[in-house]
């Protein structure tokens, strides 16, 4: 019963803000594995275009998966910059690759990378739970609305571009903030994440 007590009300730990060469390799391993993904899931995006001709705003509950890098490189190495740092390493890799949208992927990936990067700096990067990812995810969400919004959609009506920024919001927080704390809990489990506070304190994530 006391060890129970004390393991429920130690607080959250400091995490350093200096990167270890670690932290530095597992982040870009994830930018350049989600990378290679975002080109191919921009293919499958431009592919299913014709199944939204007539609405399309519901193409947005695809989107997650070009945020997920972020949200996840954040939650496995804690350290300021994770967030950012992942998402800018899979855009220019996808650009590399040749994605359809060329270098402004570059430009997403920056502000796709801020948003839950300041969600995780509001709190000190200090709380690392289920609720923050999916706020992480959502404001990733959000910011990518507004971006394709911007240069994209500016004709929609005021109600497709509120279903477009209501479902990316959605999408983001499910496959990027939900899905993220869900794979760091089962890499944990498997002692890959030993290097990390993720793999080593499980009542943090």
């Known amino acids: ?23 530095i390799v597992v982040a870009s391993s994830i930018g350049v594995a989600f990378g290679v993904v975002f080109f191919y899931w921009g293919q499958l995006w431009a592919a299913a275009d014709g199944a939204f001709t007539a ?6 509950f695809m989107y997650g998966v070009w945020l997920m890098p972020a949200v996840l490189a954040a939650l496995i190495i804690r350290k300021p910059g994770a967030a950012i740092y992942a998402e800018v390493v899979a855009s220019i890799v996808s650009a590399f690759l040749g994605v359809q949208w060329g270098l402004q992927v570059v430009v997403y990936g920056l502000v796709e990378g801020a948003a ?29 609305a507004l971006l394709d919004l911007v240069f994209y959609y500016q004709d929609w009506s005021g109600a497709w571009q509120l279903t477009y920024t209501g479902l990316l919001t959605v999408s983001s927080a499910v496959i990027a903030g939900l899905g993220s ?8 489990k498997t002692g890959v994440l030993a290097p990390f506070a993720s793999g080593r304190d499980q009542a943090l994530v």
Do not use: I, N
């Open 116 to 144: 839950p990067e300041l969600v995780f700096a509001f709190l000190l990067y200090r709380s690392f739970r289920l609720p923050v990812a999916l706020a992480a995810g959502a404001a990733a969400g959000v910011a990518a």
């Open 181 to 188: 704390w869900l794979l760091v809990r089962a890499l944990a």
């Open 55 to 60: 609405f399309p705003p519901g193409q947005g």
């Open 1 to 23: 019963m006391t060890t129970e007590k004390t393991h429920l009300t130690t607080p959250p730990q400091t995490v350093a803000p200096s990167w270890r060469t670690v932290d």
